[in-house]
Structures are given as C-alpha cells and as structure tokens.
C-alpha cells in the first residue's frame, strides 16, 4: 500500500471513492458533483487531501481542513473525511492515512487535529487507538435552509 497528498492529477481516482463516501453517510451517488467538489478544493488549495493505492488501485483517501483556535492563537486540522473502500478494509488503509494526517500537522505545526464523524461510525475505534480523545463538550450546529 501506498499514500500520497492528492493533486488534480489524482481527481478521476479520487471522485469514485468520495462519491462512497457521501454514499455511507446517505447522500444520493454524484461523480460529476464529487470531480467538482474535489478539484475545488485541490485548485484553492483549501483542504489537503492523502489518497491511498494498493497494486496502483486507489482505495481509500482522507481530507483534512484548515482551522483556527482563537484561544491557543494556533492553526488546527479538521479530519472531516476518512474512507476506505468496503472491500479493502480492515488492511491498515485508515491507520496509515490518519497516520500521514499527523506527519502533516507537526511538520506543519498545528495544534492538533479535530475529527468530526457520526456518533455511531465504528471508525471511533479507530481513532482512539491512534491517540484521539474523544471530547465530551457540547457541540451545536445551525443548518441555513
């Protein structure tokens, strides 16, 4: 298996994996949307995003955020995106993602790394396996309609 930071030249690879993506948290299937999104977000340089290959097949990929604390005065990620494709899981892909999402931010020097995911996503272990804490605050969200 191999990672590496997604560029434009990855776009085709990348669509049909964000697309299931959006499809496991039950969003209708949009390539065409998912190509638009992503080479967005590569042109703006607004998120970073690792992609994951096994025998040149991608597999799997991870989109990290800026943010800021304003309390710490420090920048910070948000690991909102992480997937691997049903077939190939449980071989390591999302540790070795998560795993270059923190390589990213200390050479990067972030403050950390904030993960947003479903309260019920099994991933979780996951994550606190790999020294995530789980936080306990209350957290809001306004949706514009």
Do not use: C
């Not at 800026?66 to 910070?76: D, N």
């Not at 931010?105 to 019920?120: C, E, F, S, V, W």
């Not at 396996?129 to 957290?139: A, I, M, V």
């Amino acid at each position: 298996m191999t990672t590496h930071q997604a560029t434009i030249n990855h776009l085709n690879d990348l669509a049909p994996l964000f697309d299931g993506y959006r499809q496991f948290y039950k969003q209708s299937s949009d390539i065409e949307g998912a190509k638009g999104f992503l080479n967005e977000r590569l042109q703006k340089n607004d998120s970073i995003i690792f992609i994951a290959y096994i025998d040149e097949k991608p597999v799997g990929f991870m989109q990290l955020y800026h943010l800021f604390s304003s309390v710490s005065m420090r920048p910070m990620y948000l690991l909102n995106d992480l997937y691997v494709h049903a077939d190939n899981r449980g071989k390591g892909i999302g540790e070795a993602l998560i795993n270059e999402a923190k390589k990213t931010a200390i050479a990067n020097q972030q403050k950390g790394i904030a993960i947003q995911t479903a309260y019920d996503n099994p991933a979780q272990d996951l994550y606190q396996r790999l020294g995530f804490e789980k936080d306990t605050d209350l957290h809001f969200f306004w949706t514009n309609t």
